[in-house]
């Protein structure tokens, strides 16, 4: 049986940090910056993905966003990944 992680309640304190002045629900923003990254959208395209879901996002808070929480992001998962291999070097 595949074991569920429990969701974190918590976010890292330097991405708590830049959302904490964003006006935009979580989701919208992390939705947006996901299909901008993974799908290698303009920054047009998630803009309009959201308007089909009335959503009024303009392409350059789409851009911002992806300014501010892409490099957080790297930086986090980058930690996670390299504590990930200390721990698969020791066993």
Known sequence: MKKTLRPRTTLAPAIAKVLKRLH?????????????????????????????????????????????????????FSQVQASGRQELAGW
Do not use: G, Q
């Open 24 to 76: 935009y629900p979580l989701e919208v923003m992390l939705l947006c910056v996901r299909w901008y990254v993974a799908y290698s959208l303009s920054l047009r395209n998630p803009e309009e993905m959201l308007a089909e879901r009335d959503i009024d996002v303009d392409h350059s808070t789409v851009h911002r966003w992806v300014i501010k929480l892409v490099p957080l992001f790297e930086k986090t």
